[in-house]
């Protein structure tokens, strides 16, 4: 990339230029973004991922921009009309709006009344119109002129109105009055939301009632309403506009286009102005608000769903211990399915403690024998239908038995749709897809992470909207998310799925394929020297994918940290020189404080990558995800009618957003804590005082079950 564009990404981003040209020559060689963060902080000064996602998304700008110059100047080109002047115009634009707007008038485009004017030979009429003020003769005699019946231009009068016309075009395609309309609508128009005539009784509208009539100011307006609206306006229910009030726009512009009120033609000119305005500018002005509006609303929209996704991905995981996944159900009855420590499935039944058959005496014996032959120490239960009646089951089996198990709700948001996935029939091609189900809430509960990547995450059920956002946007963030997590947490490479795998940086979906496939044919891997012997996996790969794998009691005993491969001399330097060997010295913390990383930097490593190796010797493959707790939700609340206004409870938060927070009480409907009511000091984030997946005490402040609606506070 040129010298100058790096600087001009530099000033965007307000980064030093040389941090900035390091990362793009590291991306630009095929690094990734978590190889990069993790074990090239000396070239890069040590930036962050966020950081150097904010590079590469300013490089793809940057080489959108020119590839879309290039096709611009070639079309305008082809037509003859490529000027010196309009030549570096369009060179020197920044960005890709100006790009478009100075391109508009020359963009091939349907034939419209200014095109068939045109074709009739009256752009010169137009010109004369436009430059002159008086003309010296009669307005008859000037239309006169270009009257000709061939040309379906049978008198002065139709010559004039497709002169007009062809000027009105010319006004609404000239960017600076576009640019100047925008601007003002932006900052003084409002944006409007109307039921359409005979929809306020038709299915679904009652979602929508609070937009039936409503205003709100175009610069304000916050994001999650401007989406509900569109997504009104989508199906079909409302009419959305952008409206200015008053005439005072139309007024300026009038003094701007018609300058000389003087004219022969000053009137006509006037008249075309407030054409122009109604017919072409304010249609176009409206449609480029509200994608400007949207495109906000989809960064806001997507970036809460990021944040949240990264928080649920990142949820304490349970851990490696025998559980039991319940998947509740009424007629047809709870699947039960237990799993071992490391996720592998062992035994399933189905149970009827629910109406209608209420067979608890049989269910209980059913669930007792699995706790017992396996030593089940955990029990997930998912949240949907019958997940308060079956908890309150399981709670009274555990109590009455004195069993030393504890059971936990889990979301059970996607996994219907994992369950009927190719990737779940090809791991469990015998099962029924309500027994996946009940193998994927035990999971869940080990480790979210290794089971939710397996699910598409817009199917998780922590973002809103997420199917009116901008959908290409939204699979790179939440990719990237998925990325993050993955790589922060580190992977098991024995143990891993194709699904978690493939996240890793530098392996993608067809290598994770050929490594497991690898690992069934070859057993354990026993150090991670053994990638490089699966097929396609080339030193590329293996750089960037390393130290992010982990291989538990295998031969190198650093290979179960994320120290890098490529540092491993270094750490036999560090063991050197406390006189020890690398298996005493990893792991133990008392060893590693002794090491002075000044001592080992050199030309290689630098100050920042050796303190990172000290740190991980002293607690290698940490995982940076909290304690496991569980919720304890009331066993006398199991619907939205048990509730009263005054109960405090417990919950979980499943999803925040700009407006609060969304917290699971146990009544299968959660609550809304607005963000007024998060905290007694003021909050401007959501996100800065609650997570998804954090447990919280709350207040009940109101419910409303008809609408099924719970207000919910924490300041009590």
């Known amino acids: 990339m040129d010298e100058q564009t790096l600087r001009q990404i530099a000033e965007q981003l307000e980064l030093p230029l040389k941090q900035v040209r390091a990362a793009v020559e590291l991306l630009e060689a095929g690094n990734t973004i978590p190889f990069i963060a993790r074990y090239r902080k000396e070239v890069t000064g040590g930036l962050d991922e966020i950081a150097l996602r904010a590079i590469e998304d300013a490089v793809e700008r940057e080489n959108a921009l020119a590839a879309r110059k290039t096709t611009v100047l070639k079309s305008i080109d082809e037509q003859g009309l490529l000027t010196d002047s309009l030549r570096k115009k369009i060179e020197a634009c920044t960005d890709i709006k100006t790009l478009e707007a100075i391109y508009l008038p020359f963009k091939p485009k349907r034939r419209t009344r200014a095109t068939i004017a045109r074709e009739r030979g009256l752009q010169p009429l137009a010109d004369l119109l436009l430059s002159a003020g008086k003309l010296g003769k009669s307005k008859k005699d000037v239309l006169a002129s270009y009257v000709n019946a061939k040309n379906e231009v049978p008198d002065g009068d139709s010559a004039l109105a497709g002169a007009l016309d062809i000027i009105a075009e010319q006004w609404s395609e000239e960017p600076e009055t576009r640019t100047w309309l925008a601007e003002k609508s932006m900052k003084f128009g409002k944006v409007t939301s109307t039921i359409k005539r005979g929809k306020k009784t038709a299915e679904g509208a009652e979602k929508f009632e609070q937009y039936f009539d409503r205003q709100e100011s175009a610069g304000r307006i916050p994001g999650h309403r401007l989406l509900a609206m569109m997504r009104g306006a989508g199906e079909g229910l409302l009419r959305l506009n952008v409206q200015l009030e008053g005439d005072r726009e139309l007024t300026d512009l009038k003094r701007k286009l018609v300058p000389n009120r003087n004219g022969d033609f000053a009137n006509e000119l006037l008249d075309c102005v407030d054409d122009c305005f109604e017919r072409l500018l304010m249609p176009a002005t409206e449609s480029a608000v509200l994608a400007e509006l949207k495109e906000r609303a989809d960064e806001e929209a997507i970036e809460v769903f990021g944040k949240n996704l990264h928080e649920l991905l990142m949820s304490a995981p349970a851990g490696p211990r025998v559980t039991l996944g319940i998947d509740p159900g009424f007629r047809t009855g709870c699947k039960v399915a237990v799993i071992d420590g490391t996720g592998k499935f062992l035994e399933n039944t189905t149970i009827y403690p629910t109406a209608p058959k209420n067979d608890t005496q049989g269910a209980s014996a059913s669930l007792l024998r699995l706790i017992k032959k396996h030593n089940v120490e955990l029990i997930a239960i998912g949240n949907g239908t019958a997940s308060r009646e079956t908890d309150a089951f399981v709670g009274d089996v555990i109590k009455q038995n004195k069993l030393d198990a504890t059971k936990v709700m889990v979301s059970e948001s996607g996994a219907s749709i994992y369950s009927a996935s190719e990737l779940a029939v090809k791991e469990f091609p015998d099962l029924d897809i309500t027994v996946r189900g009940a193998i994927s809430i035990a999971r869940r509960l080990q480790d979210p992470l290794a089971e939710l990547v397996k699910t598409d995450p817009k199917s998780i059920g922590v ?45 993608g979906p067809k290598l994770a394929e050929k490594i497991v496939a690898y690992r069934d044919e070859q057993g354990q891997f026993k150090n991670r020297k053994q990638l490089t012997a699966v097929p396609k996996l080339g030193k590329k790969a293996f750089e960037q994918a390393a130290g992010f794998l982990r291989i538990r009691g295998g031969d190198q005993p650093l290979d179960g940290s994320a120290v890098h491969p490529e540092s491993y001399p270094l750490v036999e330097q560090m063991a050197k020189r406390l006189k020890t060997d690398l298996k005493a010295m990893v792991g133990n913390a008392t060893l590693s404080t002794k090491i002075r990383a000044e001592d080992f930097v050199d030309d290689r490593f630098g100050l920042p990558t050796v303190k990172d190796i000290i740190s991980e010797l002293g607690k290698p493959g940490r995982d940076p995800r909290q304690e496991f707790r569980a919720v304890k939700f009331d066993d006398a609340l199991n619907s939205i009618e048990d509730l009263r206004a005054g109960l405090v409870l417990e919950g979980v938060v499943t999803n925040v957003t700009h407006f609060g927070a969304f917290v699971d009480i146990g009544v299968h409907q959660d609550g809304l804590i607005h963000v007024s009511q998060l905290s007694n000091e003021f909050v401007s984030d959501p996100n800065a005082v609650v997570s998804v997946g954090e447990v919280v005490r709350v207040k009940v402040v109101d419910v409303d079950v008809e609408r099924k609606r719970i207000g919910l506070t924490r300041k009590f």
């Open 463 to 507: 973002g809103q909207y997420q199917h009116d956002v901008n959908q290409t946007r939204l699979r790179k963030c939440l990719d990237r998310t998925v990325e993050s997590c993955v790589n922060q947490v580190g992977v098991d490479l024995n143990t891993a799925s194709v699904s978690l795998l493939s996240y890793v940086a530098g392996i």
